[in-house]
């Protein structure tokens, strides 16, 4: 594991929790367990807040999940600001009740200097190990051209 991207993209997201409200309430309980050069991993553990009326997790958690992990995919490639969506498609195939916990892994698929293209799954953890796929999703971000962005933090072997 890459210690310094983990480090690196959990700066990123401890920098940007407070700025939205909806990944405070959404995100409160995330814990980042893996980051390496385009790949990002977290494990949440769903609470009432998660839940929709049948008490299952709720479609909008999912999609702001997914908008999240895309955005923590893109930091690990070395980026501070992580763009602005310009779409994200979600595939729900699964579902998952409060108590359980969801491992969330995501992937830059592609980062270039004005657009980057993520791939998400939402998965049940079971026995402590990733088991059946709660959503998938892929997720496109607008990146502004700015200095950073054109500058990318090296990798370090």
Do not use: C
Request: aromatic letters at 6%; a neutral charge.
């Amino acid at each position: 594991m890459d210690n310094s991207t983990l480090e690196h993209v959990r700066g990123v997201w401890e920098r940007a929790k407070d700025a939205s409200a909806i990944y405070r309430l959404v995100l409160s309980g995330v814990e980042i367990v893996g980051a390496t050069h385009g790949h990002f991993q977290a494990r949440l553990k769903l609470t009432a807040d998660h839940v929709n009326s049948r008490g299952t997790i709720h479609g909008a958690v999912s999609a702001a999940i997914i908008d999240w992990a895309g955005g923590m995919a893109i930091a690990t490639r070395g980026f501070e600001k992580t763009g602005a969506s310009v779409d994200i498609h979600v595939t729900y195939l699964s579902t998952a009740m409060v108590g359980e916990t969801l491992d969330i892994s995501a992937d830059a698929d592609r980062v270039g200097k004005t657009m980057a293209f993520t791939t998400i799954r939402i998965s049940k953890v079971v026995d402590g190990e990733v088991g059946p796929l709660v959503s998938k999703g892929s997720h496109t971000k607008f990146l502004p051209i700015t200095k950073e962005h054109q500058k990318p933090r090296t990798e370090t072997a």
